[in-house]
């Protein structure tokens, strides 16, 4: 009973009734939306678990995949993969904030960017394996290959530059800019 919608793939946008402006294509992909609007999925089960949530975008096998939340987009290999309640995130790259659960307001941009984040909100990293290890930490930006590379829960940090912080784990409130810096 949705309108505007276009499904391609076995059992995509399969449990649709109410919905509208929905676009799925791919194995699974949408297949358990209900009521959402504005959504887009394409690839192997992108999307594939969210029921009721509006405008989320996911394109690549396993993006999404396990998202409730709203305005997610996700862009890669397993990208947001394991997300559910995590609001706002966008991860550009192959497993780009792929353990994120509930944490929300993150921006991961490049391959295992974020990876292995849980839990730490307002995150940017920008660069392969930027924040790469940070499970809980906050409040960081990471800008450059490698660079708050280890970091699990320092928050506050700001690294720019190739390896910038890199070996950082923990603390807080620390600035490198440049190559190898800190």
Same mark, same amino acid.
């Given at each position: ?20 402006s929905n ?5 699974d992909?949408l ?61 550009v790259?192959?497993? =780009? *904030?792929?353990?994120n659960?509930?944490? #929300? +307001?993150? $921006? !991961?941009?490049?391959?295992l &960017? /974020?990876?292995? @984040? %849980? ?7 920008i660069g392969?394996? =930027? *924040? ?5 930490? #906050? +409040?960081? $930006? !990471?800008?450059?290959f490698? &660079? /708050?590379?280890? @970091? %699990?829960?320092?928050g ?7 390896? =910038? *912080? ?8 620390? $600035?490198a800019?440049?190559?190898? &810096?800190m």
């Amino acid at each position: 009973t949705g309108t505007g919608m276009v499904a391609v793939g076995y059992a995509a946008l399969i449990k649709q009734t109410t919905g509208h402006s929905n676009t799925a294509c791919g194995y699974d992909a949408l297949g358990e939306l209900t009521t959402g609007i504005q959504s887009c999925a394409a690839g192997y089960r992108a999307l594939a678990e969210v029921t009721t949530t509006n405008n989320n975008t996911a394109f690549g096998f396993k993006a999404l995949e396990a998202h409730t939340a709203t305005s997610g987009t996700a862009v890669g290999t397993r990208a947001l993969y394991l997300n559910t309640s995590g609001n706002n995130n966008t991860a550009v790259g192959d497993h =780009a *904030l792929c353990n994120n659960t509930t944490a #929300g +307001s993150n $921006t !991961a941009v490049g391959h295992l &960017a /974020l990876e292995m @984040n %849980t839990t730490g909100g307002l995150n940017c990293a920008i660069g392969a394996e =930027a *924040l790469e290890a940070n499970t809980t930490g #906050g +409040s960081n $930006t !990471a800008c450059g290959f490698g &660079a /708050l590379h280890v @970091n %699990t829960t320092g928050g506050s940090n700001t690294a720019c530059g190739k390896n =910038a *912080l890199t070996s950082n784990t923990t603390a807080t409130g620390n $600035t490198a800019v440049g190559y190898d &810096a800190m």
